[in-house]
């Protein structure tokens, strides 16, 4: 599949779940006052596009797989989304579950596997 027809057909599945965030140093921050991992974005600096989404059916891993880049990375318990990939001043969204996370040129996933209660 053509990368520019990848990434629309990735940006389209993002729907209305997506929103934005800058990158000053190619990824996405998360974490929270225990800890802080900066996710490749796939792209560089600029704005990265980032979508939360449920685990619908077990082959939503294989499915997300072949679409984007597995980053590896699962996260587990309450944490935060920065706005910026340099500062944890200002908090994108928090989330609170498990997640696996996929990246591919300026978007970046996490899939719920589970949402925990507050």
């Known amino acids: 599949m053509e990368s520019k027809n990848k990434w629309l057909k990735i940006r389209k599945l993002f729907g209305e779940n ?3 965030i800058f990158s000053d140093r190619g990824g996405v921050l998360v974490g929270n006052e225990s800890f802080q991992i ?3 974005n796939g792209q560089g600096d600029g704005m990265t596009r980032v979508a939360v989404l449920p685990l619908t059916k077990l082959e939503d891993f294989d499915f997300w797989s072949n679409l984007m880049i597995d980053a590896n990375i699962f996260l587990e318990g309450k944490f935060n ?3 910026d990939d340099c500062s944890t ?3 994108s969204h ?4 498990k997640y696996a996370v996929y990246y591919y040129v300026g978007l970046v996933l996490f899939l719920e596997i589970e949402k925990y209660e507050e």
């Open 18 to 20: 997506c929103f934005k």
């Open 38 to 40: 900066l996710v490749r």
């Open 81 to 83: 989304i920065y706005l």
């Open 89 to 91: 001043e200002d908090i």
């Open 94 to 97: 928090e989330l609170n579950g």
